[in-house]
């Protein structure tokens, strides 16, 4: 990552005091740019993935931001939940789209990644064959239109208004219940679109 341009943080380098006086460390950072990504990483084991996690992962964030937002005001950050649990609860992924926190997990991609994959793949089927062409450029559109209305992250929520930490209004009008239909349907689309393709090989 760092030969692309990414400046990488992990472990050790990223202790720090939160304002209940505890030790915190955070797992990953990775910066490109104005980007600035936040990891936890839940991947070394088949973690089950609770609210307590989620919760504690978004509190070492903000504690972080707390105390250095007149340096992290100019990022956009954003945060990655990583695991190789199999079972994620519908209750995490709605928990995890209301916080705008990304869930990378084994049996559904981000939308990013999804979007990247439905790319590629839309390269490599053969030109000629019209209605698998047209199924997928249609679904580029919707994961793209999914992004304009579910795909925030945490600098849309809390921002910096008059030298204050400030929650804005990001999290109010979503609905998870159709963020997490429309995210799991543009899943499934993309698995089916594979499936199609290995059997015309």
């Known amino acids: 990552m760092k030969r692309m341009g990414w400046q990488v943080w ?3 380098y990223i202790l720090y005091i939160s304002f209940s006086s505890s ?3 955070i797992d990953l950072i990775c910066i490109k740019e104005q980007d600035f990504h936040v990891f936890e990483l839940k991947k070394y084991q088949a973690t089950e993935i609770t609210k307590e ?4 992962f978004l509190g070492k964030v903000f504690d972080y931001y707390a105390k250095n937002f007149q340096y992290l005001s100019n990022y956009r950050i954003i945060m990655f939940l990583m695991t190789v649990n199999n079972n994620i609860d519908e209750t995490i992924r709605k928990l995890c789209l209301s916080y705008g926190i990304k869930l990378i997990e084994p049996n559904m991609m ?5 979007e990247y994959f439905l790319r590629d793949l839309y390269k490599k089927v053969n030109q000629e064959d019209i209605n698998l062409i047209s199924n997928i450029e249609n679904t580029i559109d919707d994961v793209k239109k999914h992004r304009e209305i579910y795909d925030y992250c ?8 008059d030298g204050d930490i400030v929650i804005g209004s ?8 159709d963020a997490l239909h429309n995210y799991k349907d543009l899943n499934n689309r993309f698995n089916n679109f594979k499936t199609l393709c290995k059997r015309k090989e």
């Open 10 to 12: 992990s472990g050790l």
């Open 23 to 25: 030790t915190r460390n």
């Open 53 to 56: 996690i989620v919760f504690t």
């Open 110 to 114: 981000s939308i990013g990644t999804l």
């Open 154 to 161: 945490f600098s849309d929520i809390f921002t910096i208004k």
């Open 170 to 177: 990001t999290t109010i009008d979503i609905n998870t219940n």
